[in-house]
């Protein structure tokens, strides 16, 4: 019985702590009422609207959902993501019948 008011109250305690930490957004702010769930917009050279990395997708068309303020690093890696899914479709198309 003398063990049974100790755990009560580690539970509660734990589910207060979850709860209030559940009421945070990232970056530790506390959650308003409105959530902005808006992407941001990007603009493609080009009339056609492939999905990335799909067969329609061209190079030009990856590099340019690149954001202009992304940081050199990420910067770097969606430029490597971009010519390496261009050389994957490359690969695919070259063999015969592929299409």
């Known amino acids: 019985m003398k063990t049974v008011q100790p755990v009560m109250l ?8 979850l709860s209030g ?17 808006a992407a941001p917009s990007t ?7 492939a999905a990335s990395g799909t ?3 061209t ?4 590099m340019a959902r690149i954001p202009r303020d992304a940081s050199a690093g990420l910067r770097m890696i969606a430029e490597q993501s ?5 050389a994957n479709r490359k690969a695919i198309l070259s ?3 592929a299409k």
């Open 43 to 49: 603009s493609v050279g080009g009339s056609e609207n």
């Open 55 to 57: 067969q329609g997708d």
């Open 82 to 86: 971009c010519e390496r899914d261009e």
């Open 95 to 97: 063999v015969p019948g």
């Open 21 to 37: 930490s559940c009421a945070m957004q990232e970056g530790g702010a506390p959650m308003s009422g409105t959530i902005s769930t």
């Open 10 to 17: 580690v539970i509660m305690i734990a589910s207060a702590l």
């Open 59 to 62: 190079l030009q068309a990856c």
